[in-house]
Structure formats: structure tokens, C-alpha cells
């Protein structure tokens, strides 16, 4: 069984310009794409889960949003990293679908799909129902990302980087 790191996309990998749709408009956020070297040579998957609900709401279809994947994996191929999966929540809230975070159904979908070991995994996004969503499915280590530097209320530990999140996780498991 593999361990993992489960991130978000919007917020966390790629600056959030809300609902982002334009493959144009994709910018990875400055030191992700180190941070994301380091875990996965220390042999953490590496598997995106995304909540889409702006396909479910009617604002871009299925292949927009894939476009929007294709073009941060391109960008993250250039600075060699790949990543192992992407899981995509296409549902509106309304739906109340088992995928949406911070339902853990992404993630159980992964650890199925890929042989993951959720409780030696991490889970890493910008808001409360990310990590809440790794709880949730199992991952021992939930951490929320505020990279604005202000102080945020989270039940989790607080990480201000991508980089440091990376530190943080292979501290947890050392
Ligand atoms: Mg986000
Ligand atoms: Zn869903």
C-alpha cells in the first residue's frame, strides 16, 4: 500500500480567481511545485481532490475544467513534477453527492483506484472542509493552508506555505 499527500487544487496548488475556467488563467503559486518534489521523493502520491461545483451550478462545463487540470499539469511537468491523480467533484451543494468535500468520498475514490494507506496520508488545502475531508476519509494528518498570513480559526494545524506544509508532513511521519 502507498501513502499519499491529497491537496486541493483552487487556493492550494493554483491561485483561486474563483471558479476558475480559463486554462489561460492558470498560475501555480510560487514554491508548490518544490514543495511537491520533496514529498514524492519521499514516495507520497500525489492526488488532487477538487470540488467543482461550478460545472454542477452551470458556470463551465466538464471539459473546461478538465482543460484547467491539463494546463497545471502541464506547467507542473515543466518543473518535473507529476502528479498521480486528479478527483473532481462536479457537483452542486444541492446535490448532496458523497464526493463533495468535506464529504470523503474523493478520497476514498483514490485510496481504492491507486492502493492508498489513507492513515500513513495527508491532506492539504486552504479551507476548513479540506482538511475536515481528510479527517474524515482517515489521513492522520489534516493541515489548512492560509497563505494570506493572517490569523485563521481552523481546528488543524496552520501552515503558511506549500513548502512548509511539505516540512510538516514529513516531520508528522518521520
Ligand atoms: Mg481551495
Ligand atoms: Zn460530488
Redesign the pocket.
Known amino acids: 500500500m502507498k501513502k499519499a499527500v491529497f491537496l486541493?487544487?483552487?487556493?492550494?496548488l493554483i491561485f483561486?480567481e474563483g471558479y476558475i475556467s480559463d486554462p489561460g488563467k492558470v498560475v501555480l503559486i510560487p514554491g508548490v511545485a518544490d514543495a511537491l518534489k520533496r514529498l514524492s521523493g519521499a514516495g507520497f502520491l500525489l492526488v488532487v481532490v477538487?470540488?467543482q461545483s461550478g460545472i454542477g451550478r452551470g458556470y463551465f462545463s466538464e471539459e473546461s475544467s478538465r482543460a484547467v487540470n491539463s494546463r497545471m499539469e502541464r506547467l507542473l511537468a515543466e518543473k518535473s513534477v507529476r502528479l498521480d491523480g486528479i478527483y473532481c467533484c462536479p457537483h452542486s451543494p444541492e446535490e448532496k453527492c458523497r464526493c463533495r468535500k468535506p464529504g470523503p468520498g474523493l478520497l476514498l475514490k483514490a485510496a481504492a483506484e491507486l492502493g492508498i494507506d489513507l492513515s500513513r496520508s495527508a491532506m492539504l488545502?486552504?479551507?476548513e472542509s479540506?482538511a475536515e475531508a481528510g479527517l474524515s476519509a482517515g489521513c492522520r494528518c489534516n493541515l489548512r493552508?492560509s497563505l494570506q498570513g493572517q490569523a485563521v480559526r481552523s481546528a488543524f494545524p496552520v501552515v503558511r506555505s506549500l513548502p512548509e506544509a511539505a516540512e510538516s508532513i514529513l516531520d508528522f511521519f518521520s
Open positions: 486541493d487544487r483552487d487556493g492550494t483561486d477538487s470540488n488545502g486552504d479551507k479540506d493552508l
